[in-house]
């Protein structure tokens, strides 16, 4: 099977985005594919509908989704990490 083939696993719902949704429950270094073709792995195990780094973001910066920034990282968020509240902080 071509990588082309494979089921988009994650996506990205706009450009700025550092962060994805996973679509599919992913295994601690298992394949994230979003549906533009980019490839990473997945540091930890992270669960359907979960977000994930697709680049590192370093404690204080701002998180993306939808383009928009919807908290800061609490924490050195590696590419691949699962994001949620344990390392992200919303509001002021």
Not at 22 to 51: F, M, N, P, W, Y
């Amino acid at each position: 099977m071509k990588a082309s083939d494979r089921a988009v696993l994650a996506i990205r719902v706009h450009p700025r985005d550092n962060v994805a949704v996973v679509a599919a429950d992913i295994q601690a270094g298992g394949e994230v594919r979003l549906d533009d073709g980019t490839e990473l792995r997945s540091v930890e195990a992270i669960a359907r509908g979960s977000k994930v780094a697709l680049i590192s973001i370093p404690c204080g910066e701002a998180v993306i989704r939808y383009g928009e920034e919807i908290g800061r990282a609490t924490e050195d968020i590696a590419a691949g990490q699962h994001v949620h509240t344990h390392n992200l902080r919303r509001g002021q």
